[in-house]
Nanobody, 120 residues
Framework: QGQVTESGGGRVQAGGSLRLSCTAS????????MAWYRQAPEKQRELVSR???????DYADSVKGRFSISRDNTGNTIHLQMNSLQPEDTAVYYC??????????????WGQGTQVTVSS
């Protein structure tokens, strides 16, 4: 059915860096888009960055130039390199994976979330 495992959260001071990782497993379906979302307290979950199976990338305006998403050669692991972190980046970060590349036969799975805390 597919599992999503995240790692790499933590606490840093403003200006610091963190690297998040997300691995998809446990499905016979191919792995399509993979993405990072975040949710700060009392705010809606928002898209941070997305990478397609072909390597195309999207970023939220608030993280452009500071965050970088990449996907390894196996295609089932992505990383989010976060530089120049600011207190407003504090949130729980969630990885979402789309299993299956056929729009009529695909499903999404979310990871459990990893906390990122940036202190000023």
């Amino acid at each position: 059915q597919g599992q999503v495992t995240e790692s790499g959260g933590g606490r840093v001071q403003a200006g610091g860096s963190l690297r998040l990782s997300c691995t998809a497993s446990g499905s016979a379906f191919s792995i399509g888009d993979m993405a990072w979302y975040r949710q700060a307290p009392e705010k809606q979950r928002e898209l941070v960055s997305r990478i397609t199976s072909g390597g195309d990338q999207d970023y939220a305006d608030s993280v452009k130039g500071r965050f970088s998403i990449s996907r390894d050669n196996t295609g089932n692991t992505i990383h989010l390199q976060m530089n120049s972190l600011q207190p407003e980046d504090t949130a729980v970060y969630y990885c979402k994976v789309r299993f299956g590349d056929n729009p009529t036969n695909s499903y999404d799975r979310w990871g459990q979330g990893t906390q990122v805390t940036v202190s000023s």
